[in-house]
């Protein structure tokens, strides 16, 4: 069975600087998906950013990048220029490929933002 | 996500009480899915649907039932709430790579 641990269950960053939100994983596929998923106090579930394991580049969206080491299996989020509203719960998620597979969740990061 | 609703947004019942949750979503998407999300544990899957009357369960059914009659609407039923299914319940649906979430039901059962 797949697994996901996100072994920070806090992190904090003073805005503007940058944060990196750790994740591992364990399956024993060799092609799937991973995502981070940010759910603020609102408790809204929102897709951050994706990354497919059959590719070697590296997935970013604007301030949000990932560190994607396929052997190791660690799948780490990259924070740059933090805001405020970065504030949140990040959840690291794995899916297998084969179209409709569940996610598997790891417990989360509570990430807060210093003025 | 964008045209994905549940109703209620929050309910409080009381033990051995039956209900239901709705999830409906406006894009047409095959797959749907319902979480439930607890402190520790994160999100975890209850059933999920792969069509029209195709569904099937997820790593915590028990004491779960779900429908889907038709592609945009996926309901999730407690046949006798207790209280360890307190929680908070996430619909998602999504095509082939993505899932997408609703903005989630609080249940409280006394």
């Known amino acids: 069975a797949q697994t996901v641990t996100q072994s920070q269950p806090e992190m904090s960053v003073q805005e503007a600087e940058t944060v990196t939100l750790s994740c591992t994983y364990d399956?024993?596929?060799?092609?799937?998906?991973l995502f981070w998923y940010k759910q603020p106090p609102s408790r809204q579930m929102i897709l951050v950013i994706r990354?497919?394991?059959?590719?070697?580049q590296n997935a970013t969206e604007n301030r949000f990048s990932v560190n994607f080491q396929k052997a190791a299996k660690s799948f780490s989020l990259k924070i740059s220029d933090s805001q405020l509203g970065d504030a949140a719960m990040y959840f690291c998620?794995?899916?297998?490929?084969?179209?409709?597979?569940?996610?598997?969740f790891g417990e989360g990061t509570q990430l807060t933002v210093n003025p | 996500d964008a045209g994905i609703t549940q109703s209620p947004r929050h309910k409080v019942t009381e033990t051995g009480t039956p209900v239901t949750l709705r999830c409906h979503q406006t894009e047409n998407h095959r797959y749907m899915y319902w979480y439930r999300q607890d402190p520790g544990h994160g999100l975890r899957l209850i059933h999920y649907s792969y069509g029209v009357k195709d569904t099937d369960k997820g790593e915590v059914s028990d004491g779960y039932s779900v429908s889907r009659s038709k592609t945009e609407d996926f309901l999730l039923t407690l046949e006798s709430a207790t209280s360890s299914q307190t929680s908070v319940y996430f619909c998602a649906a999504g095509g082939p790579e993505t899932q997408y979430f609703g903005p989630g039901t609080r249940l409280l059962v006394l």
């Open positions: 998620a794995y899916r297998r490929q084969t179209s409709g597979s569940r996610l598997t």
């Open positions: 990354q497919e394991a059959y590719k070697q």
């Open positions: 399956t024993s596929e060799s092609d799937y998906y």
